[in-house]
């Protein structure tokens, strides 16, 4: 079992820059991939960005050279810093952990991002 806990999410203006975490405990495995999807209301979850064990990152087309995803192995943290906000950003981002060695994914809460125009 993995347990994901998310932090940093916020009321912020358009413009604005909010940093989120992702705390990672339990059965992790060094070969995976931590992630953060977001999902609006009336809309389905979709990614926002994905980094491996290595560092190899892939972003959605919305958030590319706004977001910069990062982590620290040693923490088993996964970070999400968000610049440029925009109100079409507004949403509950998750983190996600998936590993080829786990037949499980696992979901943090979530954590409530609002941007103000």
């Known amino acids: 079992q993995v347990r994901l806990v998310e932090s940093g999410g916020g009321l912020v203006q358009a413009g604005g820059s909010l940093r989120l975490s992702c705390a990672a405990s339990?059965?992790?495995?060094?070969?995976?991939?931590m992630g953060w999807y977001r999902q609006a209301p009336e809309e389905q979850r979709e990614l926002v960005a994905t980094?491996?064990?290595?560092?190899?990152?892939n972003y959605a087309d919305s958030v590319k050279g706004r977001f910069t995803i990062s982590r620290d192995n040693a923490k088993n943290t996964v970070y999400l810093q968000m610049n440029s906000l925009k109100p079409e950003d507004t949403a509950v981002y998750y983190c996600?952990?998936?590993?080829?060695?786990?037949?499980?994914?696992?979901w943090g809460q979530g954590t409530q991002v609002t941007v103000s125009s």
């Open positions: 996600r952990y998936s590993s080829r060695y786990d037949r499980n994914d696992y």
């Open positions: 339990g059965n992790i495995f060094s070969i995976n991939v």
């Open positions: 980094i491996t064990g290595g560092g190899s990152t």
